[in-house]
């Protein structure tokens, strides 16, 4: 089984779980939450009679980044032929939790069936997320 979507918007990574002083209560920033929920929405719409994988999977992530307006000409070509990548936030972790935590009991039944990972920050014209989740 094979799960593959694409995110075409701004990629955001988790954030940091942040405390009410008031309430003393731990919660999910509300822009983590909405990219999460962003992600699921886009997963569903491409899948909406998905399974949950049973066994162990692979999942492959590919953050596409904008190139910068204020790239000269030729710094562009280099950045959309892959000679330069992205060294900016958000964290490659942060992506890849981020995804594991929107897809847990939809693509997957729970995010330690992951055995492989592999991501990559690239530019693009585009801003997007590709995901590729397979049982293997």
Known sequence: MVYEFEVPAKIIGKGRPRLNSYTGQVYTPTRTKDYESLVEQYFLLKYPRY?????????????????????????????????????????????????????????????????KIEVE???SDVEKLYVKIEEY
Do not use: C, H, W
């Open 51 to 115: 399974k949950s994988m049973e066994g162990r999977a692979k999942v492959s992530i590919k953050a596409f980044f904008e190139v910068p307006k204020s790239a000269s000409k030729m710094m562009k070509e280099k950045m959309l032929g892959n000679s330069i990548s992205p060294t900016k936030k958000p964290d490659i972790d942060n992506v890849v939790k981020i995804v594991l935590d929107a897809m847990n009991k939809f693509a997957f039944k729970d995010d330690t069936q992951i055995t």
């Open 121 to 123: 920050k690239l530019y």
